[in-house]
């Protein structure tokens, strides 16, 4: 076991984890809500340091990332556990794999799941593997916040970028350690819906959102995800409300080129949710309805997806995905020390990242 960090104490109810919304208080013995931070003696302990449930070459389009480093791989490793407990997850498998003994939380002891690596390995998989990205992903990497931190800190020291898949719900000081060493980012804007954050998803809107904020302010490159689920977050006026936050962020100094993507997946029943699948027709209808206000709106998780980036000053195709098949022929290197691609065909800049 490692030590954990972000804990506080709590008198004689035990010890405050501050890395969330949740600000569980654990009695020793005992894990928080995320069932992988727990108190054993009074300190906050992380039993599953090291521990990577996932690990696999991807295409950086699975994160999903269509801005950053088109049609390379990323070396991807997952974890166990989730600090929400949505009803629908699409990797429950491995978020909810923790074995709880209550609603609470889980024994301190838990059997550890996946290999156990250390953050050397992770680097030199990546290195191996001609990756010069590694993506902290699948299930929710930040409630592994120390073994994060001390990977990226390696990865940068050895020219490997780190990527970031997460919902996004930690609080400031654990969001500024860990984005001051992110590269790229995709976040999920689950909905637009703080009740809905509370009461179903587990979570905090207002958390996820000045997280998004963060991460732009710190230059991460950022783009957003929301899983559109049948009965849950699919009215034309949420999915308005988060076209509206998005088109209000600013990613850079020349918004049409610097705008935040968004990418709208299709939800499948999975876990505990059983509403019928998204229907791709009301993806693109609602693709369509809110490119009129932002410029970088994707579908994702539905066949036969194609999905392309055009120029926004001469329209012509900068990137085309045809599932994972991407071709990038309307791309030309960036400038020296300038880290944006620029248009083939008309020379304008681009929001895609090198």
Same mark, same amino acid.
């Given at each position: 076991?490692?030590?954990?960090?972000?804990?506080?104490?709590?008198?004689?109810?035990?010890?405050?984890?501050?890395?969330?919304?949740?600000?569980?208080?654990?009695?020793?013995?005992?894990?928080?809500?995320?069932?992988?931070?727990?108190?054993?003696?009074?300190?906050? %302990?992380?039993?599953?340091?090291? =521990?990577?449930?996932?690990?696999?070459?991807?295409?950086?389009?699975?994160?999903?990332?269509?801005?950053?480093?088109?049609?390379?791989?990323?070396?991807?490793?997952? &974890?166990?556990?989730?600090?929400?407990?949505?009803?629908?997850?699409?990797?429950? @498998? $491995?978020?909810?794999?923790?074995?709880?003994?209550?609603?609470?939380? !889980?024994?301190?002891?838990?059997?550890?799941?996946?290999?156990?690596?250390?953050?050397?390995?992770? !680097?030199?998989?990546? %290195?191996?593997?001609?990756?010069?990205?590694?993506?902290?992903?699948?299930?929710?990497?930040?409630? @592994?916040?120390?073994?994060? %931190?001390?990977?990226?800190?390696?990865?940068?020291?050895?020219?490997?970028?780190?990527?970031?898949?997460?919902?996004?719900?930690?609080?400031?000081?654990?969001?500024?350690?860990?984005?001051?060493?992110?590269?790229?980012?995709?976040?999920?804007?689950?909905? &637009?819906?703080?009740?809905?954050?509370?009461?179903?998803?587990?979570?905090?809107?207002?958390?996820?959102?000045? &997280? $998004?904020?963060?991460?732009?302010?710190?230059?991460?490159?950022?783009?957003?995800?929301?899983?559109?689920?049948?009965?849950?977050?699919?009215?034309?006026?949420?999915?308005?409300?988060?076209?509206?936050?998005?088109?209000?962020?600013?990613?850079?100094?020349?918004?049409?080129?610097?705008?935040?993507?968004?990418?709208?997946?299709?939800? @499948?029943?999975? =876990?505990?949710?059983?509403?019928?699948?998204?229907?791709?027709?009301?993806?693109?209808? $609602?693709?369509? +309805?809110?490119?009129?206000?932002?410029?970088? !709106? =994707?579908?994702?998780?539905?066949?036969?997806?194609?999905?392309?980036?055009?120029?926004?000053?001469?329209?012509?195709?900068?990137? +085309?995905? &045809?599932?994972?098949?991407?071709?990038?022929?309307?791309?030309?290197?960036p400038a020296q020390g300038e880290g944006v691609f620029r248009c083939?065909?008309?020379?304008?800049?681009?929001?895609?990242?090198?």
């Open positions: 076991m490692e030590t954990a960090r972000f804990f506080s104490a709590n008198g004689n109810a035990g010890i405050k984890c501050g890395l969330c919304s949740h600000s569980c208080v654990i009695a020793n013995g005992s894990s928080g809500i995320c069932g992988v931070r727990c108190n054993k003696g009074g300190k906050g %302990l992380i039993p599953f340091y090291g =521990y990577v449930t996932a690990l696999a070459l991807d295409p950086i389009e699975k994160k999903p990332l269509y801005h950053f480093r088109p049609g390379s791989k990323i070396l991807s490793a997952g &974890f166990a556990g989730c600090n929400l407990k949505c009803p629908f997850c699409q990797n429950w @498998h $491995i978020s909810q794999s923790v074995k709880t003994n209550s609603d609470d939380g !889980v024994s301190c002891g838990a059997d550890a799941q996946g290999e156990k690596m250390s953050p050397g390995d992770l !680097v030199s998989g990546a %290195l191996h593997k001609g990756s010069n990205a590694i993506a902290y992903t699948y299930s929710e990497p930040l409630v @592994h916040i120390e073994f994060l %931190l001390d990977c990226m800190e390696l990865a940068r020291r050895n020219g490997i970028a780190n990527v970031l898949v997460t919902n996004g719900c930690v609080n400031g000081e654990a969001a500024n350690e860990v984005l001051a060493l992110t590269d790229a980012a995709n976040i999920d804007l689950k909905c &637009f819906s703080a009740e809905t954050y509370s009461k179903v998803l587990g979570g905090d809107l207002d958390t996820v959102l000045a &997280f $998004i904020k963060l991460a732009l302010e710190k230059k991460v490159h950022v783009e957003l995800t929301t899983l559109v689920v049948p009965g849950l977050n699919d009215s034309v006026e949420e999915l308005d409300s988060c076209a509206a936050f998005i088109a209000n962020l600013r990613a850079g100094p020349l918004r049409e080129t610097q705008a935040v993507p968004w990418h709208l997946s299709a939800y @499948h029943p999975e =876990y505990r949710w059983n509403a019928p699948p998204t229907e791709a027709k009301f993806l693109l209808e $609602i693709k369509e +309805r809110v490119s009129k206000t932002l410029p970088y !709106v =994707y579908t994702g998780n539905i066949h036969g997806e194609e999905n392309a980036t055009v120029c926004l000053h001469c329209g012509k195709a900068l990137v +085309r995905r &045809f599932g994972y098949r991407v071709e990038t022929f309307g791309l030309a290197a083939a065909r008309c020379g304008g800049t681009t929001g895609i990242r090198n």
